[in-house]
Structure formats: C-alpha cells, structure tokens
C-alpha cells in the first residue's frame, strides 16, 4: 500500500482563513514538507494544533534533493502534508516536482484546497473574470521580461501575475510599454492582511503610483487585448463605429467606451464627437 500526497493550502494573510481540513491533516501527517518550518511553527500555534508526524523543509533550494526522501516515505505508505508560506502548493511554489513524481508512481496526489492570491486578486480587480490566466513571475532580467511581454500583447484574456515588491515599479512600466499605458490593471497588495490595498488604473498611472515604492506581497491584474484592430480617429469612422456596436445592442455608453478604448483616446472626446 502506497501512502497519500496531500497539497494543503494555507492562508495568504489571516489565520482565519484556513480551511477546515487543514488542521486535521497537519496533526495527523506521517510528515509534514514545509517550505519555512518556522512559519510552519506559528501556523500551528494558531490553529492550536500539535504535530504529531516529522517535519521536514521542503523549499526551492532542496527541492530537487528532498523530492526523493519523500517519495520514498510515500512509497512506504505514510501520509505526507505539503504546506508552503502562502497558498496552494506547486502554484508559483515548491511542489511540481513531488506531484510529478508521485503521479508516476502511482501515489494518490489529493489536496486541501484553501485560499489563493490569484483568485483573490482577479475577483477583487474589477477586471473581466469570465477568462483569465495565470502568468507567475516575470523573468528578472529587462530583455526577457519585455519579450515576455510583447508575446502576450494580444492575449484577450485578463493576465494575473505574482512580482515581488522591490520590482513591482519596473514590471509595470514594461507592462506599460508592451500592452500600451491606457491598459487598465489593478495591484493587489498584502491580500487579506491588515495592510490590505488595491490600486486599480491605467498601467501608465500605476507605474507613477509604484514610484514612491511598494512593500508587501503583490499580485498584478492586466485586462486582457479587445481583439479588435485599433480605429482611426476620423469623426466619420468613430461615429460609425458607435452606430455599429449600437446595432448590435450595446448601450450607447457601452459603445462610446468601447470605440474610445479601440482609438486610444478619451471617453469625452468620442462622446463630444458622436453628439456634435
């Protein structure tokens, strides 16, 4: 008999938040892989839960060494919990690699679910829900980053992505200069926690917002690309587009945001223009 990997996520700001489950399968794993054993300490005492199992790190620096030890407890029929700081496992976090070799040793691989900042993030960004994904982090370097970037220009799909605070301002500003600075996006910082904020804007006025630094964790929502060519700014063409997305039933406030979004210009400009 082989033994159970289990995924649990854990808070990404108040203890509160945890699920249920999670206390009950941290007390009675056979071993628990934290990715910070310290807050994996707090987070007990917060649950008020005492461990009953080993604890082992289970971080970026030893994933690749202690992938084996743990597959091997696995093999023999324990129960291994795998916790991380914030979240769910293997989600921009230590865990693939465990998950990918479990599956290919035919471990069971379940999961507690628990609170996460990407969903958290694009719920709260005012942004389109209805199709997204999820990017992670940015490369660190300004070359790779742009390509990166530029690859994405015409994702129609709203955009979440994890960046550390210390490179929030340059991330936006190649966000800003690969999408177009009117792109509407929201920063999320310090979700669920005390300090909690979301700035929401264009990209080019939450680059000057990120300026004066940013502390925390961050997760930043792009709105994805309209799909639609880019229109002239003749009167005749943006008037006819207005009377276009009219006719096909959007509200004549709809169409004007949308015709000024395609034309990069001003929502009063285009209203000024259709009712000249």
């Known amino acids: 008999m082989t033994g159970v990997l289990v995924l649990a996520g854990t808070p990404i700001g108040q203890a509160g938040d945890a699920p249920p489950r999670l206390a009950a399968e941290l007390s ?4 628990v892989a934290a990715e910070d ?3 994996l300490k707090r987070l007990c005492a917060d649950l008020g839960i005492t461990l009953s199992g080993r604890v082992v790190s289970y971080f970026e620096g030893n994933e690749q060494a202690r992938t084996p030890v743990l597959l091997e407890a696995l093999l023999a029929g324990e129960r291994v919990v795998l916790v991380t700081d914030a979240g769910m496992p293997s989600v921009s976090d230590p ?3 465990l998950v990918v070799a479990a599956v290919e040793h035919d471990v069971r691989v379940t999961a507690v679910p628990g609170p996460s900042a990407v969903l958290t993030a694009l719920a709260v960004s005012g942004l389109p829900v209805d199709r ?15 390509r990166r970037l530029a690859a994405l220009g015409a994702e129609e799909r709203t955009m979440v992505f994890f960046e550390a605070p210390h ?3 340059a991330a936006l500003a190649a966000m800003a200069e690969a999408l177009g600075e009117d792109r509407p996006a929201a920063v999320c910082r310090e979700l669920t926690k005390t300090h909690e904020e979301v700035r929401r804007g264009p ?10 630094g940013v502390r925390g964790e961050v997760t930043i929502v792009v709105e994805g690309s ?7 700014t003749d009167p005749g063409t943006l008037r ?3 009377a276009d997305l009219e006719a096909s039933g959007s509200t004549r406030k709809e169409a004007i945001a949308e015709v000024a979004k395609r034309a990069g210009l001003p929502k009063r400009e285009v209203y000024d223009v259709v009712h000249r």
């Open 28 to 31: 009675g794993a056979d071993v």
């Open 37 to 39: 054993t310290r807050r």
């Open 95 to 97: 865990g693939y690699r």
């Open 132 to 146: 997204f994904c999820f990017e992670g982090f940015l490369p660190r370097k300004a070359g790779e980053r742009g």
């Open 167 to 169: 490179r929030t301002e």
């Open 203 to 212: 990209l080019g006025e939450l680059v000057a917002w990120a300026a004066d």
């Open 226 to 232: 309209s799909g639609a060519p880019a229109l002239d």
């Open 240 to 242: 006819a587009a207005v």
